[in-house]
Structures are given as structure tokens and as C-alpha cells.
């Protein structure tokens, strides 16, 4: 692979240097920071070879290439001066939700220093396996040397964690790395251990400081420069600026690490205890539940990026209890059992370059980096993702009812079995290596089956045709049995519009079929209508999804825009009711499409077959520009 001109032609289809205002990397994706994502050419990027997927969420654009994606990385800030904006800061883009917001930033901060903890992590466990074995002892000074090497980075982590959440609050980074030392420094850990022993009080100017040790901690940290962004703004604009270099570092830091020392760090502590002790409950009353499901929805959570949240709280909770059950469990065994799905597909299917493509993505699954599995295949097929969840759930089960616990974290795989090896016994370890191979199993039997090779959606489109001629002969023939043909149902368009293929819908639940297969309408008109004869199942509270069934039992999912539940049922009205009957054409929801244009928001419809598994094939019928009540998907059962 000539990764210069991978990164030459990455780099000029996210819109030019001019467009990136910033880029980092973690295993196995570019992750950029755009000014304008409508720059990017989203679609030539997915057809360049090296490339496995795009997504655009959480406030990155994610360019996925695999375990070759640091080679890529340094080819494009060969050919650029992207490295000098690494440490930049940059607004979020203006329509990210909140909720994307609160991703990207975890996102920012965690993912920097997954190899400072993977690597301090692994160190532990290569101790407690010499410990296991009686290679040696915790007094030898062979441990002791190697326990502090292993310590430093996760005692330091305040210190990591305060240079790359500066970064995201734009704060300058290493004021950041400062307040994390603050909290670190060895008087003020002296200065706790005698509070602690003899009851005395710690005090600056008589505001109380709390007797709390900070190292490992994570929450205090993040607050403390959360503020830290605030007062150096403030500092910055009071400042003259012929003095501003001295004075903008000189309050930051006082006020900040002040008010650290005195309000955020004993309250992110106690925050961080209550969190890591309601996981230590929810272990004793049902551990098993958490991993369970982890390990069904982690390809959902992954793709989405919302699986951030889960590994900060399982990197605060090997900080404060010395273990994770929550992140690190379900997800080791969905990732083997991606990796599971794919190798069931590359045994079945007779295309060469899936069979390679599969083969590969399957083994660099198993060992514990799934996006390439993700990207290429699970999400691009239903019996892979069925057989992913499936194993993932029962993996999941398993750590959970056992008791598994991760120590040192890692990307959960076969390469982070050793992660589970701690105080001083091998259980966890024997628990999870049950486990990578049970999903590893069980995902691949299940895929397997389900799985048939699928045809283009050009190679289909005929069977529409024959399927019509063969219902119209049933018709007029009574007397042939349900061998001798295939019935079919027609969904009609709720509104005016341009039909779209599902995949090209800004959104990779849709765009991947993952809710089920149908179309999207570009809308004209906001007056959204039944397409069915049956019932309305459910219109959401925020009355921008609709569900529907049919008198035969086809489920049906409308969604008036994308990330439209955000404005809380603002430009939208209610016409009709959950539970009443529809015919085709009643009205159902009104929607004011220009007012929910202008607030930033795609107003493209997807309308998908919720059940699409208990149906034969779902077709759309070739419409372009449509009317209300034309025929726009054909159900064949």
C-alpha cells in the first residue's frame, strides 16, 4: 500500500488542509476535527482503497483504515502542517447536539491516553502472572521496581488526563497538566497522610481543603479544568496585552488550583466513589446485567461513539476499586464474536474479495480491534450483526454471572487476555478466555446459518417484476397453492417528495439498515399520512417518529428528519392518536419543514420495515419524485 498517496487522497476528500482543524488518531481510525463536514466527500472515501468505512458522529469525522492507520497518519502530516494543530482547539460544529457534544469531549479526553493506560495496565499484569507463578514476591525489589513502573502511569493520570481535557475546555494544555501536578504534588500528598492520621485540619486562608488523595482520580481533574478553560478566557480578555503573558497563567492557575484544592477536587472525588460504589452494588445485586447487555448493543454503541462513555467509567473504576466490570466485560466478548461473524462469512461466501476481506477483519477482531469487522462487515449484514449480538449477550452473561473483572484495560480481545489477571488468582483470566472462545463459537454458528450471499440491489429489482407476474397469475388461478407463488403488500408514500436510497441517509442506523430495509423521502411537504391500512402502534412524545402496523402484520417506522428528537416536539403537530385506525391517507403528524431546516436539522424521511426478517424481500418499486399514497415499497412474504 502506497500510504503517501492514501493520505494525499484522505486528505484532499475531507476538504483540504484548510478544512482540518484538527487530527489524531486512535488503533485504527483518523479521527478529524472539520470546519465544514459538507466539504468532505464522504462517498469517494468510502471507495478508496485502504479505506474501510466513514463515519461523521460525535463531533469527528472518523476516517476508519485499521491497524495501519498510524502509517497513514504520519503520511498525511508529512504532507501537511496538520501536527502543529494537535494541540489546537477548535468549536464544535454548530448543529451537534448536546449529547454529541458530551461524547466528543469524552472522546478527546480518554482516547489520547489509551496507551498510557493499556501500557501501565499490561505491566500489572505481566507482575501479578510472575507473582501467580512464584517467580517472585511482593518484597523482592524485582516487584517493587516493576510495581512502580507500572504505577506511574495510572498514579500520573491527573496529570495526562489535565493536558488532554484542556484541550477540549481550550485551555492551553499544559496549564491543564499543571492543575492535574497540583493535585499530585508530594507536600500536598504529605499534608493529607498527616491530616489523616492525626485528625488535623487543612486550611489556606481558612478555606477548608478536604484530606483527599488525587492520584488515579479522574473526575477532579476533568472539573478543575473544565473551570481552568473559563478563568483563562476571562483572564485573557481583563489582560493588558503587554502583560497578558505574565498575568493569564498567573490567575488561571491560582484560582483554579484554589478553588480545585477547596470545591471541584472533594467533589469529583466524592462523585467518582458514588459512581464506582452504585457498579459495586450493581455487581453484588445483579452483575450480570450490565456486561449482558454491553455485550448484545457494544456494535451500536461503537459505531456510534457512545461507548466513550463506558470506558472512562471503567478507567474511574480501576482507579477507585482496582477493577472494571462494566466497559471491559461485554465488550471483549462482542468484539470476538464480531470477529466470530466474519470468519463464518469468509467460510460461507463464494466472493473472493469478501472471503479476504472477512478473513482478515475476523482474526484482527478476535485479537481485539474491531472496527475493520464493524465497519466492513457486521454492520453491513444482518445475520453477522444478529450472530454478534447473540453471542456478545450470552458472552456477556457469562463474565458477569462469573464475576470476571478487568484490571488493566486495553482493547478487549485475545491480546488483553493478561488484563484480567489480579489479586493474586487467575479466575478472571480463565473466565474471560472461556468466554473469548464460547462467542467466538457461538457468533460464528449462528452467523453461518443465517447467512446466504446477497445480491445488488440492480440484480433484485427483476425479481419485483416476476414476483407481480406470478401474483397476478395466482389471482386468476385459485386453485394453486401456496408453493406456486409469493403474495406481496404495498406501503404507499406518507408524503410528497424525492425517494432516496436508504444508503445515502446522513445516518449509519439508517444507511446501514441496521432499524430495517426500506426508502427515505426528501419531503416537499410536511403533512405526513398513513401509507397503510391498520393501526398506529406509537407516535413518539416528541412526535417525530411514527410506528404503524398493518392488518398483516407489517411493522412500519416513519422518522420526520434526522436527530430530530432534539427539538422536543417543537414545529411539530399531533394529529392523530396511538392505538387509532388508519386507512391509507389519514392524516397523522404535521411538520413545519422550513422552520425545522432553519434549525439546522436534515428534514430527509426514512421510512423502513421494522420486521424486515419475517418477510421474504423488501423492495422499493423505482419511484423517483413521488405524491402522497403512491406506491413506494412492495413487502414480499
Known amino acids: ?50 479505506v474501510v468505512g466513514v463515519v461523521n458522529k460525535g463531533g469527528q469525522y ?24 494537535t494541540g489546537a482547539t477548535s468549536e464544535a460544529p454548530e448543529n451537534q447536539t448536546r449529547f454529541e457534544k458530551v461524547i466528543a469531549a469524552i472522546s478527546g479526553i480518554f482516547t489520547p491516553i489509551l496507551p498510557v493506560i493499556t501500557a501501565a495496565g499490561l505491566i500489572k499484569a505481566v507482575l501479578s502472572i510472575l507473582t501467580v507463578l512464584k517467580i517472585t514476591e511482593n518484597t523482592d525489589m524485582n516487584y ?19 493536558g488532554t481535557a484542556a484541550r477540549q475546555f481550550k485551555a492551553n494544555p ?41 492520584s488515579s482520580s479522574v473526575i477532579p481533574v476533568i472539573l478543575s479544568v473544565g473551570l481552568l478553560g473559563y478563568v483563562e478566557r476571562f483572564a485573557d480578555r481583563i489582560s493588558h496585552k503587554t502583560v497578558k503573558f505574565f498575568t493569564v497563567p498567573l490567575i488561571a492557575t491560582l484560582f483554579t488550583g484554589v478553588i480545585g484544592l477547596t470545591v471541584l477536587g472533594p467533589l469529583g472525588s466524592v462523585l467518582g466513589n458514588y459512581l464506582a460504589d452504585f457498579f459495586r452494588w450493581l455487581e453484588t445485586f445483579g452483575g450480570w446485567v450490565v456486561p449482558t447487555v454491553v455485550g448484545t448493543f457494544s456494535p451500536l454503541l461503537v459505531m456510534t461513539g457512545t461507548h466513550y462513555g463506558l470506558v472512562s467509567i471503567g478507567i474511574n473504576n480501576r482507579a477507585t476499586i482496582g477493577y472494571d466490570t462494566v466497559a471491559s466485560n461485554g465488550m471483549l466478548a462482542s468484539n470476538v464474536a464480531q470477529g466470530g461473524a466474519a470468519l463464518a462469512i469468509a467460510f460461507k461466501t463464494k466472493d473472493t474479495n469478501k472471503k479476504a476481506m472477512a478473513s482478515s477483519a475476523g482474526l484482527t477482531a478476535i485479537m481485539g480491534i474491531t472496527e475493520p469487522a464493524l465497519f466492513g462487515v457486521t454492520l453491513q449484514n444482518k445475520a453477522a450483526l444478529t450472530g454478534t449480538m447473540i453471542a456478545g449477550g450470552i458472552g456477556g452473561f457469562i463474565m458477569g454471572i462469573f464475576g470476571a473483572r478487568n484490571y488493566a484495560g486495553g482493547s478487549p480481545g485475545l491480546l488483553s487476555l493478561g488484563s484480567y489477571i489480579g489479586e493474586n488468582t487467575l479466575h478472571s483470566f480463565y473466565v474471560a478466555a472461556a468466554t473469548l472462545v464460547i462467542s467466538v463459537i457461538v457468533s460464528f ?193
Open 445 to 637: 454458528v449462528v452467523t453461518y446459518i443465517l447467512y446466504r450471499d446477497e445480491e445488488t440491489l440492480d440484480a433484485v429489482q427483476p425479481v419485483e417484476t416476476t414476483t407481480a407476474q406470478t401474483v397476478a397469475t395466482a389471482a386468476a388461478n385459485p386453485s394453486a397453492t401456496h408453493s406456486d407463488f409469493l403474495t406481496q403488500d404495498s406501503i404507499v408514500a406518507p408524503m410528497a417528495g424525492q425517494v432516496v436510497p436508504l444508503s445515502q441517509v446522513d445516518d449509519p442506523i439508517f444507511a446501514q439498515a441496521i432499524l430495517g430495509q426500506g426508502v427515505a423521502i426528501m419531503p416537499t411537504d410536511g403533512l405526513i399520512k398513513s401509507p397503510i391500512n391498520g393501526e398506529i402502534v406509537t407516535i413518539f412524545e416528541t412526535k417525530h417518529a411514527i410506528g404503524l402496523r398493518t392488518d398483516e402484520g407489517i411493522e412500519i417506522l416513519i422518522h420526520i428528519g434526522l436527530d430530530t428528537v432534539q427539538l422536543k416536539g417543537e414545529h411539530f403537530k399531533q394529529l392523530a392518536q396511538a392505538g387509532q385506525r388508519v386507512t391509507v391517507g389519514t392524516p397523522i403528524v404535521e411538520a413545519d419543514l422550513e422552520a425545522i431546516k432553519a434549525a439546522g436539522y436534515d428534514i430527509i424521511t426514512p421510512i423502513v420495515i421494522t420486521n424486515t426478517t419475517d418477510f421474504s424481500e423488501i423492495l422499493s418499486t423505482g419511484e423517483d419524485k413521488v405524491n402522497a399514497g403512491d406506491s413506494i415499497i412492495k413487502v414480499i412474504k
Open 1 to 50: 500500500m502506497d500510504y503517501k498517496d492514501l493520505g494525499k487522497t484522505i486528505l484532499e476528500n475531507v476538504g483540504g488542509e484548510a478544512n482540518v482543524n484538527e487530527l489524531t488518531h486512535c488503533a485504527t481510525r483518523l479521527r478529524f476535527k472539520l470546519a465544514d463536514t459538507s466539504k468532505a466527500n464522504m462517498e469517494i472515501l468510502k471507495n478508496t482503497p485502504g
Open 144 to 162: 517493587q521496581i516493576l510495581n512502580f513502573i507500572g504505577d506511574a502511569g495510572f498514579y500520573f493520570l491527573p496529570i495526562f488526563i489535565g
Open 174 to 214: 499544559y496549564l491543564g497538566m499543571l492543575v492535574g501536578a497540583i493535585f499530585l504534588h508530594p507536600n500536598f500528598t504529605g499534608m493529607v497522610n498527616i491530616a489523616k492520621e492525626t485528625g488535623e485540619g487543612i486550611s489556606l486562608f481558612g478555606l477548608p481543603i478536604q484530606a483527599v488523595g488525587y
Open 62 to 85: 472518523q476516517v476508519i483504515i485499521g491497524s495501519d492507520v498510524g502509517k497513514v497518519y504520519r503520511s498525511i502530516n508529512e504532507q501537511s502542517n496538520l501536527e502543529s494543530k
